[in-house]
């Protein structure tokens, strides 16, 4: 799960440990986008969360995150908003 998100990376909850450094593919739905798929770096590994840089990715990628983030922050509802699950996490 995606627990918080910007236009440079995101904080993901895995039950799978990511080592940093390591290359990953993400996959996340954004409301009013759909979903994206980009391309990631490990830059930290905490306690099951791992920090990841988005690696590449189109400028129309960054601006639908950017988009995003904005709207939810301007809404009261944080990061996340829309589309989160129960425990508050946007889905990956």
């Known amino acids: 799960a995606v627990l918080s998100l910007s ?5 993901l909850r ?3 440990p990511v080592a940093p450094g390591a290359a990953v593919r993400l996959q996340f739905a954004l409301p ?3 979903l994206v798929s ?4 490990c830059r930290y590994a905490r306690a ?4 990841l840089a988005f690696a590449g990715g189109s ?14 922050l301007a809404s009261g509802e944080g990061a996340y908003g ?3 699950s129960s425990d508050g996490a946007l889905s990956a």
Request: hydrophobic share 25%.
């Open 7 to 11: 236009e440079g990376g995101c904080l």
């Open 32 to 34: 009013s986008h759909g």
């Open 59 to 72: 400028s129309e990628l960054r601006h639908a995150i950017s988009h995003f983030v904005t709207l939810q």
């Open 48 to 51: 099951g969360d791992a920090g």
């Open 82 to 84: 829309e589309g989160r």
């Open 14 to 16: 895995s039950g799978d």
């Open 38 to 41: 980009t391309h990631a770096e």
